[in-house]
């Protein structure tokens, strides 16, 4: 990955759909290990306890949204 100071989003799947499987690996175990080193931080919009699926699900799916919305298993 390049550097990059800032990372304002993308639409994955075309992403996925251009580069080829070795790629795609590369990428994903480098994004895993700066984000096991809180190098890069999603910002997390919502957290959800699975019993509350629908809500979440609802949540994801709203427009504007500024983050993830998790489902958390506890």
């Known amino acids: ?3 990059v100071d ?3 989003g993308f639409w994955l ?3 996925m759909k251009r580069h080829a499987i070795e790629t795609r690996q590369r990428v994903f175990s480098e994004v ?3 984000m096991s ?6 910002f997390i ?3 959800y306890p699975f019993t509350e ?3 979440a699900i609802t949540h994801s ?3 504007g949204k500024n983050g993830k919305v998790l489902l958390e298993w506890k």
Not at 37 to 42: E, S
């Open 1 to 3: 990955i390049d550097e």
């Open 6 to 8: 800032i990372l304002i």
């Open 13 to 15: 799947s075309p992403w």
């Open 32 to 34: 895993m290990k700066l």
């Open 37 to 42: 080193k809180n190098v890069i931080t999603p």
């Open 45 to 47: 919009e919502a957290r």
């Open 53 to 55: 699926y629908v809500a």
């Open 61 to 63: 799916m709203q427009k």
